[in-house]
């Protein structure tokens, strides 16, 4: 562990701890203390520093833990996990597996960060990802399917967040095709699938996850679309490493689901949650608009819309963008 971890780690009570008890904890004089403390400002973390009390944090962290995280999934998924890494930060947890090679291809590596300074959404956007209240989590796996079977992976994994939300009783939420999970026209989380095709083999697969579980941070007003968290939707933060615990469980369920079945094993329960089935949605291409009436999606994962002349046409996500 290095400094900067270690004083997160003591900071995150959520106390007062002074420059010198830092210090005396972690064997470096204050003005490494300091130095220390002013590159974790730069993170985005709220911290105070009181004259005379010494630092703390706006609010207690809990802060993810690999091993919390790992004894509160089934065993078997576990088996299916080479290696679980929970970092402080991140550029983005998929471009950190993107780079990565799974030395055991049969297995999956997984990846958690505190905080993104890149946090990716589709087609360049950002996903805001402020310190140590929120999930951003990949996960590394082959698939040994046909690339195009992997298009309604993102879909199934939505689910999986769905299934997620159903653990902790909240049931009134909705899909966005193809890749937003949303409360009450505000959004919850996100998936991002990337995959890089191998000539020969199987296909590596990047399945990223940003969830909102408590976004009040001083960086949250820099989203520009309505979203929500967690704590406001239960009125209370749940434990974070049980929350990343159910929802990798779910993953991992989904994933095998997916691998044996494809995306019939969720397409009905994607449509039950369908935010714009029978809605009038536009459609914005690279240099197109098309509007019409959403017809859901077909059992490969692509957008049905029906068109001015009352013909159906079929979306693959890609680079598309469904607005209502
Ligand atoms: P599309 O319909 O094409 O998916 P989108 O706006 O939902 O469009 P995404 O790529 O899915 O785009 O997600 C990125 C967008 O999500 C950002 O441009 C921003 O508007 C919003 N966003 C960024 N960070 C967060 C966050 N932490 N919580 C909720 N929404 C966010």
Redesign the pocket.
């Known amino acids: 562990m290095n400094n900067q971890t270690r004083i997160i780690s003591i900071l995150s009570d959520g106390a007062f701890h002074s420059g010198e008890e830092l210090g005396k904890t972690l064997g470096i004089s204050r003005t490494g203390i300091w130095m220390a403390i002013k590159k974790l400002s730069t993170y985005g973390l709220d911290l105070h520093s009181v004259r005379g009390k010494g630092y703390r944090f706006a609010h207690a962290v809990e802060l993810l833990d690999s091993t919390k995280i790992l004894r509160s999934i089934e065993a078997s998924t576990r088996n299916k996990i080479s290696n679980l890494d929970v970092f402080l930060q991140l550029e983005s947890t998929n471009a950190y597996l993107m780079g990565k090679v799974n030395s055991d291809i049969d297995k999956a590596n997984v990846c958690f960060a505190e905080m993104q300074t890149a946090?990716r959404?589709?087609?360049g956007?950002?996903?805001?990802?402020p310190f140590g209240g929120?999930i951003y989590m990949s996960i590394l796996r082959h698939f040994s399917s046909d690339p195009q079977m992997l298009g309604g992976l993102g879909l199934a994994l939505s689910v999986a967040i769905i299934r997620t939300l159903q653990d902790f009783g909240i049931n009134d939420v909705k899909l966005?095709w193809?890749?937003?999970v949303i409360w009450q026209k505000r959004?919850?989380a996100?998936t991002?699938v990337e995959m890089v095709a191998e000539s020969t083999g199987p296909c590596r697969v990047v399945m990223g996850i940003?969830f909102?579980a408590d976004?009040s941070n001083s960086v949250?007003h820099q989203?520009?679309?309505p979203?929500v968290d967690l704590k406001t939707i239960l009125g209370e933060v749940p434990s974070r490493n049980q929350l990343a615990g159910k929802l990798l469980q779910q993953l991992f369920n989904a994933i095998t689901q997916f691998e044996q079945s494809g995306l019939s094993m969720f397409a009905e329960e994607w449509r039950r949650y369908d935010a714009y089935s029978g809605n009038h949605v536009s459609l914005l291409l690279p240099k197109d608009k098309i509007s019409g009436i959403c017809e859901g999606i077909d059992n490969m994962g692509a957008l049905l819309v029906r068109v001015a002349d009352g013909q159906i046409q079929k979306f693959t996500s890609g680079e598309?963008?469904?607005?209502g």
């Open positions: 946090g959404g589709r087609r956007r950002k996903w805001i990802s929120n966005k193809p890749n937003d959004k919850l996100g991002l940003g909102n976004l949250s989203i520009d679309q979203w598309i963008s469904l607005r």
